[in-house]
């Protein structure tokens, strides 16, 4: 059971240990057709190094800590809430106030979410797949989670791959690599090839997790392998943000939010079983999956609060900045925004409060909740921007630069031309602008959208796993009853 406490700190890493912990791997990277020796000093890996680094800072921030840190039973120390496994709906509760939390250190994407939700759902499914068929996986994963806590891991996942034609099925492509799939079962471990098509962050993770779910037993594994394992190669893409910190020009993506993207491809690479969590077994696909997504989704709805608490701010303090601030309009636009935040928040609240307890012991999020909170956070998206350009006016995209604000020679023109209400500093509006455009009008804004809408699930499925749980032959039941149809 989790208990928070002070006196040991082991396994808890500052953000300066994680960052020297990947001075140790070797990953094979590449970017924009060159080979990547060193992320850590690489100017495009700053603000992805910079987001990943936010939970650790966290644990480690005067405020935070406490919540941020718990008491592990497995490894008998106190870990990042991160690693730790949930047993409960109080951890549950406790968990979503830390993510929320987050909100308040302003990253928009941390990505230590993955982390949590590999490790639940590895642990639970391990456990079934080894009363059914008598394997040893279980172990293989209480020894990972031991690894994940005592060592304070961010893990990576790698769970979507290409997939090719969409209509056909994984055995109908014509190349069989667009789902990862395991070409070789040895006596000390599996081979797999294939690819992942939207690694996120991963070369400055300390361990992948790897997941292939189709119903063919050859394309339905997980495994954990280290970053720098053999044979892994990460063709990245740099992050939708500026490579050196701005200091008015992208306030918030010069600083974090955007991650390095990277397609993670898998060519014959070595696991050895004891890496190994799950290999052909089918049948477990509903626990593995059913509790990946309620896990996930549940964090982005967590995530997407503490956003949408930031988008409130901008638009307000434009409104205020401009002299408009009681404008009718625009007050209607802002309690929107906070309607929409309190209801993402009331999912993820709701899907903490009736979780489920699996019997291998952990605690996950109901999953119901999370994917209307999901699907309507993402839906609105595009109306919060909207709502926040209209309330901030044109500058959003007009105004000048930094450099030409502090040039010399025109600064003094846009000092005079860039005052707004009476009495405010012009450069505190300047700067407040420039927030909006990161918001919603820069390269950082668009990546972000994208990754409402898609990262995680598509639309489409989230509305499936939404009906299901209505069940509509109940529906049905209860409007016969009312209409009295026998
Ligand atoms: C910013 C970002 C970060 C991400 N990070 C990660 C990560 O770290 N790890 C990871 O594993 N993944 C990651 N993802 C991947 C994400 O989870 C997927 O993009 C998402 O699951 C959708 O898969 P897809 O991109 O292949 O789209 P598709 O599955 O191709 O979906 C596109 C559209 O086609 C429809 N469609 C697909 N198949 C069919 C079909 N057979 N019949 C009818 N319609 C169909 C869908 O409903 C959807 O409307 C990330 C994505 C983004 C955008």
């Known amino acids: 059971m989790g208990r928070s406490i002070r006196r040991k700190e082991m396994a808890i890493r500052t953000r300066e240990e994680y960052i020297e912990s990947l001075r140790r791997q070797r990953p094979n990277v590449y970017m924009n057709g060159e080979k990547i020796e060193n992320i ?15 939970t650790f800072e966290q644990a480690n921030h005067p405020e935070h800590r406490e919540m941020a840190r718990v008491w592990s039973p497995l490894v008998n120390e106190e870990v990042s809430r991160w690693t730790y496994l949930m047993m409960d709906e109080k951890d549950a509760i406790a968990k979503a106030k830390l993510n929320r939390a987050l909100g308040d250190l302003l990253c928009p994407c941390h990505y230590r979410c993955l982390t949590s939700d590999l490790l639940h759902a590895a642990w639970a499914v391990s456990y079934e797949i080894d009363r059914s068929h008598h394997t040893t996986y279980h172990q293989n994963v209480i020894e990972i989670v031991k690894q994940a806590q005592k060592n304070d891991w961010i893990i990576g996942g790698g769970l979507v791959s290409p997939k090719g034609d969409r209509s056909k099925g994984v055995m109908q492509q014509r190349d069989p690599d667009m789902y990862l799939h395991v ?24 361990m992948l997790c790897v997941c ?10 997980g495994f954990f392998t280290p970053v720098d394992a053999k044979g892994i190669t990460y063709v990245c893409r740099a992050p939708h943000a500026p490579v050196e910190r701005e200091e008015i020009d992208h306030p918030l993506s010069s600083r974090f939010g ?14 050895p079983w004891e890496r190994v ?5 089918v049948e477990s696909i509903m626990t593995f999956g059913l509790i990946l997504s309620a896990m996930h989704l549940w964090h982005k709805c967590l995530c997407r609060w503490g956003n949408i608490d930031l988008s409130i701010g901008a638009a307000a303090l434009l409104a205020d900045y401009n002299g408009v601030a009681g404008a009718p309009h625009i007050l209607d636009g802002l309690s929107q925004m906070a309607v929409d935040a309190e209801l993402v928040n009331a999912c993820a609240m709701a ?3 009736e979780g489920s307890r699996h019997e ?38 007009t105004m000048a630069s930094e450099k030409d604000y502090r040039s010399p020679i025109v600064g003094k023109y846009l000092e005079k031309y860039y005052q707004g209400k009476e009495g405010l500093p012009t450069e505190n509006r300047v700067r407040a602008f420039k927030l909006m455009e990161d918001l919603t009008a820069s390269e950082f804004a668009g990546w972000y959208h994208v990754m409402c809408i898609t990262g995680g699930s598509p639309s489409k499925t989230l509305k499936d796993l939404v009906a299901m749980a209505c069940n509509y032959e109940r529906c049905k039941r209860k409007a016969m009853a009312a209409a009295k149809i026998q």
């Open 40 to 54: 850590v000093d690489h100017p495009a890996f700053r603000v992805g190094l910079n987001s990943a680094a936010v």
């Open 183 to 206: 070409v070789e079962k040895r006596a000390d471990g599996i081979v797999v090839r294939g690819a992942k098509a939207h690694g996120t962050a991963a070369p400055y993770t300390n």
């Open 212 to 221: 292939e779910m189709e119903m063919v037993p050859e394309y339905y594994v």
């Open 258 to 271: 955007g991650h390095v993207e990277a397609m993670i491809v898998f060519d014959d690479v070595f696991v």
């Open 277 to 281: 969590f799950m290999c052909g077994e």
């Open 351 to 353: 899907a903490a409060v």
């Open 360 to 397: 291998s012991g952990i605690y996950y999020p109901r999953l119901a909740p999370v994917a209307a909170g999901k699907l309507y956070a993402a839906m609105k998206v595009g109306e919060h921007r909207y709502l926040m350009q209209d309330a901030a006016g044109g500058l959003v995209a």
